[in-house]
Protein backbone atom coordinates (compact mmCIF):
# COMPACT_ATOMS: atom_id res chain seq x y z
CA UNK A 1 0.00 0.00 0.00
CA UNK A 2 1.05 3.46 -0.88
CA UNK A 3 0.89 6.38 1.46
CA UNK A 4 0.30 9.69 0.41
CA UNK A 5 0.78 12.89 2.72
CA UNK A 6 -0.43 16.38 1.75
CA UNK A 7 -2.41 18.57 3.24
CA UNK A 8 -4.20 19.33 0.20
CA UNK A 9 -7.29 17.14 -0.22
CA UNK A 10 -7.25 17.88 -3.80
CA UNK A 11 -3.51 16.69 -4.35
CA UNK A 12 -4.32 13.65 -2.42
CA UNK A 13 -7.73 12.84 -4.84
CA UNK A 14 -6.01 13.57 -8.15
CA UNK A 15 -2.88 10.86 -7.02
CA UNK A 16 -5.63 8.43 -5.39
CA UNK A 17 -6.62 8.33 -8.87
CA UNK A 18 -3.60 8.05 -10.79
CA UNK A 19 -2.44 5.08 -8.50
CA UNK A 20 -5.40 3.53 -7.81
CA UNK A 21 -5.93 3.37 -12.16
CA UNK A 22 -2.44 1.47 -11.90
CA UNK A 23 -3.94 -0.97 -9.26
CA UNK A 24 -2.05 0.42 -6.01
CA UNK A 25 -3.84 0.19 -2.95
CA UNK A 26 -3.08 3.90 -1.37
CA UNK A 27 -4.02 5.29 2.30
CA UNK A 28 -3.80 9.28 2.65
CA UNK A 29 -2.63 11.28 5.51
CA UNK A 30 -3.16 15.15 5.51
CA UNK A 31 -0.48 16.37 8.34
CA UNK A 32 2.97 14.71 9.15
CA UNK A 33 1.60 13.76 12.60
CA UNK A 34 -1.12 11.93 11.14
CA UNK A 35 1.29 10.39 8.59
CA UNK A 36 3.29 8.95 11.41
CA UNK A 37 0.81 7.59 13.07
CA UNK A 38 -0.41 5.68 10.34
CA UNK A 39 2.61 4.28 9.15
CA UNK A 40 3.75 3.25 13.00
CA UNK A 41 0.13 0.72 12.81
CA UNK A 42 -0.05 0.25 8.95
CA UNK A 43 2.36 -1.45 6.32
CA UNK A 44 3.44 0.84 3.85
CA UNK A 45 5.66 -0.34 0.37
CA UNK A 46 6.11 3.65 -0.21
CA UNK A 47 4.89 7.24 0.66
CA UNK A 48 4.91 9.92 -1.35
CA UNK A 49 5.47 13.39 0.85
CA UNK A 50 4.40 16.83 -0.24
CA UNK A 51 6.80 18.98 0.96
CA UNK A 52 5.21 21.96 2.22
CA UNK A 53 2.92 21.21 4.89
CA UNK A 54 1.65 23.42 8.35
CA UNK A 55 3.18 22.23 10.89
CA UNK A 56 5.49 19.75 10.39
CA UNK A 57 7.15 19.95 6.91
CA UNK A 58 7.81 17.34 4.58
CA UNK A 59 11.29 17.03 5.90
CA UNK A 60 10.87 16.80 9.40
CA UNK A 61 8.48 14.16 8.86
CA UNK A 62 11.10 12.40 6.91
CA UNK A 63 13.41 12.73 9.61
CA UNK A 64 11.13 11.84 11.84
CA UNK A 65 10.47 8.49 9.87
CA UNK A 66 14.25 8.03 9.84
CA UNK A 67 14.26 7.55 13.88
CA UNK A 68 11.69 4.55 13.82
CA UNK A 69 12.86 0.87 13.44
CA UNK A 70 9.35 0.87 11.84
CA UNK A 71 9.36 3.37 9.01
CA UNK A 72 12.99 4.19 8.38
CA UNK A 73 13.52 1.61 5.89
CA UNK A 74 10.34 2.90 3.79
CA UNK A 75 10.83 4.73 0.41
CA UNK A 76 10.27 7.91 0.33
CA UNK A 77 9.51 10.45 -2.83
CA UNK A 78 9.10 14.00 -2.01
CA UNK A 79 6.58 16.22 -4.13
CA UNK A 80 7.73 19.48 -4.34
CA UNK A 81 5.94 22.94 -6.35
CA UNK A 82 8.69 25.32 -4.66
CA UNK A 83 11.51 23.68 -3.44
CA UNK A 84 12.89 23.03 -6.86
CA UNK A 85 16.62 24.34 -6.11
CA UNK A 86 19.24 22.43 -5.35
CA UNK A 87 19.95 22.79 -1.93
CA UNK A 88 15.74 21.80 -0.98
CA UNK A 89 16.87 18.70 -3.12
CA UNK A 90 19.77 18.05 -1.50
CA UNK A 91 18.10 18.61 2.07
CA UNK A 92 15.43 16.10 0.45
CA UNK A 93 18.12 13.34 0.20
CA UNK A 94 19.58 13.99 3.24
CA UNK A 95 16.55 13.54 5.55
CA UNK A 96 16.03 10.08 3.85
CA UNK A 97 13.75 10.53 0.58
CA UNK A 98 15.07 8.22 -2.13
CA UNK A 99 13.65 10.34 -4.77
CA UNK A 100 12.33 13.88 -5.39
CA UNK A 101 9.67 15.17 -7.97
CA UNK A 102 8.99 18.33 -8.40
CA UNK A 103 5.30 19.74 -9.77
CA UNK A 104 3.84 20.36 -11.94
CA UNK A 105 4.21 16.60 -12.17
CA UNK A 106 4.89 14.54 -15.58
CA UNK A 107 2.36 11.37 -14.42
CA UNK A 108 4.44 9.19 -16.76
CA UNK A 109 7.82 9.47 -14.74
CA UNK A 110 5.98 9.62 -11.48
CA UNK A 111 4.62 6.43 -12.03
CA UNK A 112 7.81 4.73 -13.38
CA UNK A 113 9.47 5.76 -10.42
CA UNK A 114 6.67 4.72 -8.28
CA UNK A 115 6.72 1.03 -10.38
CA UNK A 116 10.67 0.79 -9.57
CA UNK A 117 10.17 1.60 -5.83
CA UNK A 118 7.25 -0.28 -4.77
CA UNK A 119 9.41 -3.54 -6.46
CA UNK A 120 12.36 -2.65 -5.25
CA UNK A 121 10.70 -2.15 -1.69
CA UNK A 122 8.41 -5.74 -1.88
CA UNK A 123 11.60 -7.43 -3.12
CA UNK A 124 13.10 -6.01 -0.07
CA UNK A 125 10.35 -7.05 2.23
CA UNK A 126 10.30 -10.26 1.01
CA UNK A 127 13.80 -10.85 1.67
CA UNK A 128 14.03 -9.75 5.06
CA UNK A 129 11.28 -11.75 5.54
CA UNK A 130 13.29 -14.69 4.48
CA UNK A 131 16.21 -13.55 5.94
CA UNK A 132 14.32 -13.38 9.55
CA UNK A 133 12.98 -16.91 8.86
CA UNK A 134 16.85 -18.17 7.90
CA UNK A 135 17.50 -16.52 11.06
CA UNK A 136 14.81 -18.29 12.92
CA UNK A 137 15.66 -21.29 11.55
CA UNK A 138 19.12 -21.28 12.63
CA UNK A 139 18.43 -20.26 16.19
CA UNK A 140 16.09 -23.04 16.46
CA UNK A 141 18.65 -25.98 15.01
CA UNK A 142 21.00 -24.33 17.51
CA UNK A 143 18.75 -24.58 20.51
CA UNK A 144 17.83 -28.32 19.68
CA UNK A 145 21.56 -28.56 19.12
CA UNK A 146 22.25 -27.58 22.63
CA UNK A 147 18.90 -29.78 24.01
CA UNK A 148 20.25 -32.57 22.00
CA UNK A 149 23.30 -32.51 23.96
CA UNK A 150 21.96 -31.69 27.41
CA UNK A 151 19.73 -34.84 26.83
CA UNK A 152 22.90 -36.52 25.42
CA UNK A 153 24.97 -35.90 28.72
CA UNK A 154 21.97 -36.60 31.45
CA UNK A 155 21.68 -40.41 29.26
CA UNK A 156 25.50 -40.83 29.80
CA UNK A 157 25.06 -39.17 33.77
CA UNK A 158 22.81 -42.00 34.13
CA UNK A 159 24.76 -44.79 32.56
CA UNK A 160 27.14 -43.81 34.51
CA UNK A 161 25.27 -44.01 38.19
CA UNK A 162 24.40 -47.57 36.93
CA UNK A 163 25.59 -50.37 38.84
CA UNK A 164 26.11 -52.27 35.53
CA UNK A 165 29.13 -52.06 33.09
CA UNK A 166 27.28 -49.39 30.56
CA UNK A 167 28.25 -48.55 26.90
CA UNK A 168 26.58 -47.22 23.60
CA UNK A 169 27.44 -47.90 19.87
CA UNK A 170 26.64 -45.86 16.82
CA UNK A 171 24.45 -47.78 13.87
CA UNK A 172 28.10 -49.24 12.97
CA UNK A 173 28.55 -50.66 15.79
CA UNK A 174 31.34 -48.78 16.65
CA UNK A 175 31.87 -48.24 20.88
CA UNK A 176 31.23 -44.32 20.93
CA UNK A 177 30.72 -43.92 24.84
CA UNK A 178 31.60 -46.26 28.06
CA UNK A 179 31.22 -45.96 31.71
CA UNK A 180 33.68 -45.61 34.59
CA UNK A 181 33.46 -49.80 34.79
CA UNK A 182 34.10 -50.54 31.46
CA UNK A 183 37.68 -49.57 32.63
CA UNK A 184 37.63 -52.36 35.47
CA UNK A 185 37.48 -55.04 32.35
CA UNK A 186 39.21 -53.16 29.51
CA UNK A 187 41.96 -50.68 28.71
CA UNK A 188 40.29 -48.71 26.20
CA UNK A 189 36.90 -48.04 25.06
CA UNK A 190 37.19 -49.27 21.44
CA UNK A 191 38.37 -53.07 22.79
CA UNK A 192 35.48 -55.83 23.91
CA UNK A 193 36.73 -56.80 27.72
CA UNK A 194 38.56 -60.13 26.97
CA UNK A 195 36.38 -62.98 27.14
CA UNK A 196 37.02 -66.83 28.27
CA UNK A 197 38.60 -68.55 25.83
CA UNK A 198 35.64 -71.52 26.24
CA UNK A 199 33.28 -68.59 26.06
CA UNK A 200 31.55 -66.86 22.75
CA UNK A 201 33.22 -63.92 20.91
CA UNK A 202 31.74 -60.79 21.74
CA UNK A 203 32.32 -58.77 18.40
CA UNK A 204 31.07 -61.92 16.26
CA UNK A 205 27.71 -62.21 18.49
CA UNK A 206 27.04 -58.81 18.13
CA UNK A 207 28.04 -58.53 14.65
CA UNK A 208 25.31 -61.08 14.32
CA UNK A 209 22.56 -59.22 16.16
CA UNK A 210 23.66 -56.08 14.46
CA UNK A 211 22.52 -58.18 11.00
CA UNK A 212 19.63 -59.54 11.98
CA UNK A 213 18.03 -56.39 13.70
CA UNK A 214 17.84 -58.07 16.54
CA UNK A 215 18.95 -57.18 20.58
CA UNK A 216 21.70 -60.01 21.64
CA UNK A 217 21.51 -61.42 25.27
CA UNK A 218 24.28 -63.76 25.87
CA UNK A 219 25.95 -65.08 29.36
CA UNK A 220 30.32 -64.75 28.94
CA UNK A 221 33.04 -64.52 31.36
CA UNK A 222 34.99 -61.53 31.25
CA UNK A 223 38.36 -60.67 32.38
CA UNK A 224 38.49 -58.55 35.32
CA UNK A 225 41.73 -56.33 35.09
CA UNK A 226 43.18 -56.35 38.73
CA UNK A 227 42.50 -59.93 39.53
CA UNK A 228 43.02 -61.26 36.27
CA UNK A 229 39.94 -63.13 36.85
CA UNK A 230 37.00 -64.13 34.82
CA UNK A 231 33.81 -63.36 36.12
CA UNK A 232 30.22 -64.15 34.64
CA UNK A 233 28.15 -61.46 33.39
CA UNK A 234 25.35 -61.33 31.44
CA UNK A 235 25.48 -58.81 28.05
CA UNK A 236 22.71 -57.26 26.69
CA UNK A 237 22.63 -54.90 23.67
CA UNK A 238 19.58 -53.30 22.52
CA UNK A 239 19.08 -51.39 19.26
CA UNK A 240 17.62 -47.82 19.92
CA UNK A 241 15.01 -47.21 16.58
CA UNK A 242 14.48 -43.92 15.11
CA UNK A 243 11.18 -43.98 12.24
CA UNK A 244 12.32 -47.84 12.23
CA UNK A 245 16.04 -47.47 11.79
CA UNK A 246 18.81 -48.22 14.01
CA UNK A 247 20.14 -44.87 15.80
CA UNK A 248 22.60 -46.42 17.90
CA UNK A 249 22.67 -49.46 20.35
CA UNK A 250 23.07 -49.27 24.02
CA UNK A 251 25.07 -52.28 25.98
CA UNK A 252 25.06 -53.74 29.84
CA UNK A 253 27.36 -55.97 30.89
CA UNK A 254 25.82 -57.00 34.45
CA UNK A 255 27.50 -59.37 37.02
CA UNK A 256 26.11 -62.80 37.89
CA UNK A 257 29.18 -64.11 38.71
CA UNK A 258 27.65 -65.08 42.53
CA UNK A 259 24.18 -65.90 40.83
CA UNK A 260 26.48 -68.16 38.92
CA UNK A 261 28.28 -69.34 41.62
CA UNK A 262 25.10 -70.93 43.86
CA UNK A 263 23.41 -72.02 40.66
CA UNK A 264 26.42 -74.50 40.58
CA UNK A 265 26.31 -75.43 44.25
CA UNK A 266 22.34 -76.22 43.64
CA UNK A 267 23.37 -78.41 40.51
CA UNK A 268 26.10 -79.73 42.51
CA UNK A 269 23.56 -80.45 45.55
CA UNK A 270 20.87 -81.67 43.34
CA UNK A 271 23.09 -84.48 41.65
CA UNK A 272 24.47 -85.90 45.03
CA UNK A 273 20.79 -85.93 46.42
CA UNK A 274 19.21 -87.79 43.35
CA UNK A 275 22.02 -90.19 43.60
CA UNK A 276 22.01 -90.78 46.89
CA UNK A 277 18.14 -91.01 46.98
CA UNK A 278 18.62 -93.45 44.03
CA UNK A 279 20.21 -96.51 45.98
CA UNK A 280 17.48 -96.55 49.11
CA UNK A 281 15.03 -96.81 46.93
CA UNK A 282 15.88 -98.96 44.17
CA UNK A 283 16.23 -101.85 47.65
CA UNK A 284 12.89 -100.15 48.65
CA UNK A 285 11.39 -101.10 45.30
CA UNK A 286 12.89 -104.65 45.18
CA UNK A 287 11.43 -105.80 48.96
CA UNK A 288 7.86 -104.16 47.67
CA UNK A 289 7.96 -106.22 44.60
CA UNK A 290 9.20 -109.44 46.67
CA UNK A 291 6.24 -108.51 49.21
CA UNK A 292 3.93 -108.08 45.98
CA UNK A 293 5.20 -111.49 44.31
CA UNK A 294 4.49 -113.14 48.53
CA UNK A 295 0.61 -111.74 48.18
CA UNK A 296 0.33 -113.06 44.52
CA UNK A 297 -2.83 -115.63 45.48
CA UNK A 298 -4.48 -112.83 48.05
CA UNK A 299 -5.58 -110.13 44.97
CA UNK A 300 -8.80 -109.28 47.71
CA UNK A 301 -6.80 -109.05 50.63
CA UNK A 302 -6.09 -105.22 51.65
CA UNK A 303 -2.00 -105.71 51.99
CA UNK A 304 -2.21 -106.35 48.08
CA UNK A 305 -4.00 -102.78 47.67
CA UNK A 306 -1.64 -101.47 49.74
CA UNK A 307 1.63 -102.78 48.75
CA UNK A 308 0.02 -101.90 44.75
CA UNK A 309 -0.19 -98.54 46.23
CA UNK A 310 3.18 -98.22 47.50
CA UNK A 311 4.66 -99.44 44.00
CA UNK A 312 2.52 -96.72 42.38
CA UNK A 313 4.01 -93.93 45.13
CA UNK A 314 7.82 -95.44 44.16
CA UNK A 315 7.37 -95.46 40.66
CA UNK A 316 6.21 -91.63 41.01
CA UNK A 317 9.46 -91.17 43.22
CA UNK A 318 11.39 -92.71 41.02
CA UNK A 319 10.75 -90.81 37.75
CA UNK A 320 11.24 -87.90 39.95
CA UNK A 321 14.78 -88.57 40.84
CA UNK A 322 15.52 -89.52 37.35
CA UNK A 323 14.45 -86.33 36.06
CA UNK A 324 16.59 -84.87 38.81
CA UNK A 325 19.21 -86.95 37.50
CA UNK A 326 18.50 -85.91 33.89
CA UNK A 327 19.00 -82.20 35.07
CA UNK A 328 22.43 -83.02 36.54
CA UNK A 329 23.26 -84.80 33.50
CA UNK A 330 22.38 -81.96 31.06
CA UNK A 331 24.48 -79.62 33.36
CA UNK A 332 27.22 -81.22 33.37
CA UNK A 333 27.45 -82.48 29.62
CA UNK A 334 26.49 -85.79 30.47
CA UNK A 335 23.04 -86.66 28.81
CA UNK A 336 24.11 -89.30 26.20
CA UNK A 337 21.76 -90.16 23.61
CA UNK A 338 22.23 -93.16 21.88
CA UNK A 339 20.66 -93.52 18.29
CA UNK A 340 19.97 -96.60 16.50
CA UNK A 341 17.39 -97.19 13.60
CA UNK A 342 13.90 -97.62 15.15
CA UNK A 343 9.99 -97.79 14.29
CA UNK A 344 8.60 -95.04 15.30
CA UNK A 345 5.17 -96.10 15.51
CA UNK A 346 6.66 -98.60 18.12
CA UNK A 347 7.77 -95.86 20.01
CA UNK A 348 4.56 -93.69 19.63
CA UNK A 349 2.40 -97.43 20.89
CA UNK A 350 4.70 -98.34 23.55
CA UNK A 351 4.28 -94.56 24.78
CA UNK A 352 0.53 -94.34 24.57
CA UNK A 353 0.35 -98.07 25.98
CA UNK A 354 2.37 -96.83 29.01
CA UNK A 355 0.28 -93.59 29.73
CA UNK A 356 -2.74 -96.12 29.85
CA UNK A 357 -1.65 -98.27 32.07
CA UNK A 358 -0.27 -95.82 34.85
CA UNK A 359 -4.04 -93.88 34.84
CA UNK A 360 -6.40 -95.06 37.48
CA UNK A 361 -10.00 -94.14 35.79
CA UNK A 362 -9.80 -95.62 31.94
CA UNK A 363 -12.12 -92.28 30.79
CA UNK A 364 -8.57 -91.32 28.97
CA UNK A 365 -8.99 -91.33 25.48
CA UNK A 366 -6.22 -90.55 23.23
CA UNK A 367 -6.79 -90.22 19.55
CA UNK A 368 -4.61 -91.17 16.69
CA UNK A 369 -4.46 -88.67 13.78
CA UNK A 370 -1.90 -88.79 10.84
CA UNK A 371 -0.91 -91.37 8.88
CA UNK A 372 0.60 -94.58 10.56
CA UNK A 373 4.45 -95.25 8.79
CA UNK A 374 6.40 -97.61 9.52
CA UNK A 375 9.59 -95.71 9.05
CA UNK A 376 12.86 -96.12 10.99
CA UNK A 377 14.33 -93.05 12.26
CA UNK A 378 17.45 -92.82 13.29
CA UNK A 379 16.80 -92.06 17.21
CA UNK A 380 17.52 -93.02 21.49
CA UNK A 381 14.02 -95.30 21.92
CA UNK A 382 13.58 -94.66 25.65
CA UNK A 383 14.47 -90.97 25.38
CA UNK A 384 12.23 -90.12 22.74
CA UNK A 385 9.67 -92.51 24.27
CA UNK A 386 10.61 -90.29 27.48
CA UNK A 387 9.27 -86.81 25.50
CA UNK A 388 6.12 -88.19 24.22
CA UNK A 389 5.21 -89.95 27.84
CA UNK A 390 6.26 -86.39 29.02
CA UNK A 391 3.62 -84.43 26.42
CA UNK A 392 1.05 -86.76 27.07
CA UNK A 393 0.75 -87.06 30.87
CA UNK A 394 1.16 -83.26 30.91
CA UNK A 395 -1.99 -83.55 28.92
CA UNK A 396 -4.08 -85.34 31.11
CA UNK A 397 -2.77 -83.48 34.13
CA UNK A 398 -3.30 -79.93 32.89
CA UNK A 399 -7.21 -81.04 31.36
CA UNK A 400 -9.28 -81.71 34.71
CA UNK A 401 -12.09 -81.21 32.65
CA UNK A 402 -11.06 -82.81 29.13
CA UNK A 403 -10.37 -86.47 28.93
CA UNK A 404 -9.58 -86.23 25.09
CA UNK A 405 -6.25 -85.99 23.49
CA UNK A 406 -5.03 -86.26 19.92
CA UNK A 407 -1.78 -87.64 18.66
CA UNK A 408 -0.96 -86.48 15.28
CA UNK A 409 1.72 -87.53 12.84
CA UNK A 410 3.26 -85.72 9.73
CA UNK A 411 5.52 -86.86 7.51
CA UNK A 412 7.55 -84.57 4.86
CA UNK A 413 10.76 -85.28 2.85
CA UNK A 414 13.10 -84.20 5.45
CA UNK A 415 11.24 -84.51 8.94
CA UNK A 416 8.62 -86.19 11.09
CA UNK A 417 6.42 -84.15 13.29
CA UNK A 418 4.50 -85.67 16.33
CA UNK A 419 2.05 -83.38 18.36
CA UNK A 420 -0.19 -84.04 21.20
CA UNK A 421 -2.91 -81.79 21.76
CA UNK A 422 -5.10 -81.22 24.75
CA UNK A 423 -8.20 -79.77 25.66
CA UNK A 424 -7.29 -78.40 29.11
CA UNK A 425 -6.28 -75.25 31.03
CA UNK A 426 -3.69 -73.91 27.68
CA UNK A 427 -0.98 -71.44 28.56
CA UNK A 428 -1.18 -67.45 28.16
CA UNK A 429 0.62 -66.86 24.87
CA UNK A 430 3.57 -64.56 26.15
CA UNK A 431 4.67 -67.44 28.88
CA UNK A 432 4.63 -70.03 25.91
CA UNK A 433 8.52 -70.22 25.23
CA UNK A 434 9.11 -70.20 28.97
CA UNK A 435 7.68 -73.45 29.69
CA UNK A 436 10.77 -75.37 28.06
CA UNK A 437 12.93 -73.16 31.00
CA UNK A 438 14.47 -74.91 33.90
CA UNK A 439 12.08 -75.23 36.76
CA UNK A 440 9.56 -72.85 34.45
CA UNK A 441 5.89 -73.73 35.83
CA UNK A 442 3.37 -71.21 34.65
CA UNK A 443 2.05 -69.19 38.10
CA UNK A 444 -1.45 -69.33 37.43
CA UNK A 445 -1.43 -73.15 37.39
CA UNK A 446 1.15 -74.14 39.78
CA UNK A 447 -0.42 -73.84 42.75
CA UNK A 448 -3.67 -76.56 41.20
CA UNK A 449 -1.05 -78.88 39.63
CA UNK A 450 1.70 -80.74 41.44
CA UNK A 451 5.41 -80.48 39.41
CA UNK A 452 8.73 -79.45 39.55
CA UNK A 453 9.15 -77.76 36.05
CA UNK A 454 12.02 -79.96 34.49
CA UNK A 455 10.09 -82.26 32.32
CA UNK A 456 9.88 -80.59 29.16
CA UNK A 457 13.57 -78.73 29.86
CA UNK A 458 14.74 -82.35 30.06
CA UNK A 459 12.53 -82.73 26.36
CA UNK A 460 13.83 -79.94 24.83
CA UNK A 461 17.04 -80.79 25.62
CA UNK A 462 16.55 -84.65 24.52
CA UNK A 463 15.27 -83.05 21.20
CA UNK A 464 18.66 -80.89 20.57
CA UNK A 465 20.44 -83.53 20.63
CA UNK A 466 18.60 -85.31 18.34
CA UNK A 467 18.86 -82.10 16.23
CA UNK A 468 14.61 -81.28 16.04
CA UNK A 469 12.64 -79.14 17.15
CA UNK A 470 10.41 -78.52 19.98
CA UNK A 471 7.56 -76.09 20.48
CA UNK A 472 4.31 -75.10 21.60
CA UNK A 473 0.92 -73.60 20.09
CA UNK A 474 -1.74 -72.93 23.19
CA UNK A 475 -4.51 -70.96 23.63
CA UNK A 476 -5.59 -69.87 27.19
CA UNK A 477 -8.86 -72.29 28.80
CA UNK A 478 -8.62 -73.86 25.21
CA UNK A 479 -6.02 -75.91 25.26
CA UNK A 480 -2.42 -76.86 23.77
CA UNK A 481 -0.57 -78.43 21.32
CA UNK A 482 3.08 -79.81 22.65
CA UNK A 483 5.30 -80.78 19.32
CA UNK A 484 8.64 -81.97 18.54
CA UNK A 485 10.19 -82.50 14.91
CA UNK A 486 12.92 -85.22 14.11
CA UNK A 487 15.17 -85.29 10.59
CA UNK A 488 14.63 -88.60 8.93
CA UNK A 489 18.07 -88.76 8.37
P1 LIG B 1 5.66 -79.71 35.53
O1 LIG B 1 4.46 -80.22 34.80
O2 LIG B 1 6.29 -80.73 36.41
O3 LIG B 1 5.42 -78.41 36.21
P2 LIG B 1 6.89 -79.38 32.90
O4 LIG B 1 8.30 -78.96 32.58
O5 LIG B 1 6.42 -80.65 32.30
O6 LIG B 1 6.82 -79.38 34.47
O7 LIG B 1 5.96 -78.22 32.43
C1 LIG B 1 6.31 -76.87 32.72
C2 LIG B 1 5.06 -76.01 32.86
O8 LIG B 1 4.42 -75.88 31.59
C3 LIG B 1 4.01 -76.59 33.76
O9 LIG B 1 4.23 -76.24 35.10
C4 LIG B 1 2.73 -76.00 33.24
O10 LIG B 1 2.57 -74.72 33.80
C5 LIG B 1 3.01 -75.83 31.75
N1 LIG B 1 2.43 -76.92 30.94
C6 LIG B 1 3.07 -78.01 30.46
N2 LIG B 1 2.24 -78.77 29.73
C7 LIG B 1 1.04 -78.15 29.71
C8 LIG B 1 -0.25 -78.42 29.12
N3 LIG B 1 -0.45 -79.50 28.36
N4 LIG B 1 -1.25 -77.54 29.33
C9 LIG B 1 -1.05 -76.42 30.07
N5 LIG B 1 0.13 -76.10 30.67
C10 LIG B 1 1.16 -76.96 30.50
Redesign the pocket.
Given at each position: MILIVDDNKNNIYSLKRLLESHNFKTDAAESGEEALGKALKNNYSLIILDVQMPGMDGFEVAETFAGYSKTKDIPIIFLSAVNTEKQFITKGYASGGIDYVTKPIDTDILMLKVKTFYNLQENNLALKKYQKNLQLEVEGRRESQVVMKTEIDHFHQMLEALPQIAFTLDKNGVVNFVNAKWYDYSHSKTQFPETHPDDKSIAKEFEKSQQNHQPLELEIRIKHLKSEKFKYHLLRTTPVLENGNIKNWVGTFTDINDQKKVEKEKDEFLSIASHELKTPLTSIKAYVQLMDKKLKYDINSPEKSYVNKVLTQIEKLNSLITDLLDISKIENGKLKINKKPTNIETVIQNSIDAILQTQTSNKINIERHGTKQDIFIPLDEIRIEQVLI??L???I???PNNNNIILTTFVDEDNIRIS?T?F????PEY?QAK??QKF???????VQ???????????SEIIALHNGTIG?S?ENSQ??T?YFTLPLN
Amino acid sequence: MILIVDDNKNNIYSLKRLLESHNFKTDAAESGEEALGKALKNNYSLIILDVQMPGMDGFEVAETFAGYSKTKDIPIIFLSAVNTEKQFITKGYASGGIDYVTKPIDTDILMLKVKTFYNLQENNLALKKYQKNLQLEVEGRRESQVVMKTEIDHFHQMLEALPQIAFTLDKNGVVNFVNAKWYDYSHSKTQFPETHPDDKSIAKEFEKSQQNHQPLELEIRIKHLKSEKFKYHLLRTTPVLENGNIKNWVGTFTDINDQKKVEKEKDEFLSIASHELKTPLTSIKAYVQLMDKKLKYDINSPEKSYVNKVLTQIEKLNSLITDLLDISKIENGKLKINKKPTNIETVIQNSIDAILQTQTSNKINIERHGTKQDIFIPLDEIRIEQVLINFLSNAIKYSPNNNNIILTTFVDEDNIRISVTDFGIGIPEYKQAKVFQKFYRVEESSVQFQGLGIGLFICSEIIALHNGTIGVSSENSQGSTFYFTLPLN
